[in-house]
Nanobody, 117 residues
C-alpha cells in the first residue's frame, strides 16, 4: 500500500484560503486516480475532488469554483487549494489513492480544517 500524509490544515476565518498537501510514499504518476474527501462531525465522508493520472479533474458541486485540485508528479504530491472558505467547509480532509492495476486503495490519516464565521 502507498503511504499518504496530509498537511496544511488549520484554522481560518470565513473567506480565507488554505492549501492542503498530500505526499505519497511512491510515484503518483503510476496511480490511477487520487482524491480529496472530507468528513464533518456527525456526517458521512464525502468526495470533494478527484484527479486522474491523465490530469482530468472533477469536483463536488459544493466546492466548484472555490477549490482546485492539482498534482506535482515530481514531488509525488497532490494539493487542494481552498479559497472563499465557509464554515460548512469545516471537516477533517482525507487524501485517497487508487491504482486499478494493483487493486490498491490507500487513505491518509486526515488533516483538520476549521473555518470560523
Amino acid at each position: 500500500q502507498v503511504q499518504l500524509v496530509e498537511s496544511g490544515g488549520g484554522f481560518v476565518q470565513a473567506g480565507g484560503s488554505l492549501r492542503l498537501s498530500c505526499a505519497a510514499s511512491e510515484s503518483i504518476s503510476s496511480l490511477s486516480i487520487m482524491y480529496w474527501y472530507r468528513q464533518a462531525p456527525g456526517n458521512q465522508r464525502e468526495l470533494v475532488a478527484m484527479i486522474a493520472s491523465i490530469g482530468a479533474t472533477n469536483y463536488a458541486d459544493s466546492v466548484k469554483g472555490r477549490f482546485t485540485i492539482s498534482r506535482d508528479n515530481a514531488k509525488n504530491t497532490i494539493y487542494l487549494q481552498m479559497n472563499s472558505l465557509r464554515p460548512e467547509d469545516t471537516a477533517v480532509y482525507y487524501c485517497r489513492a487508487q491504482d486499478y492495476y494493483r487493486s490498491l486503495d490507500s487513505w491518509g490519516q486526515g488533516t483538520q480544517v476549521t473555518v470560523s464565521s
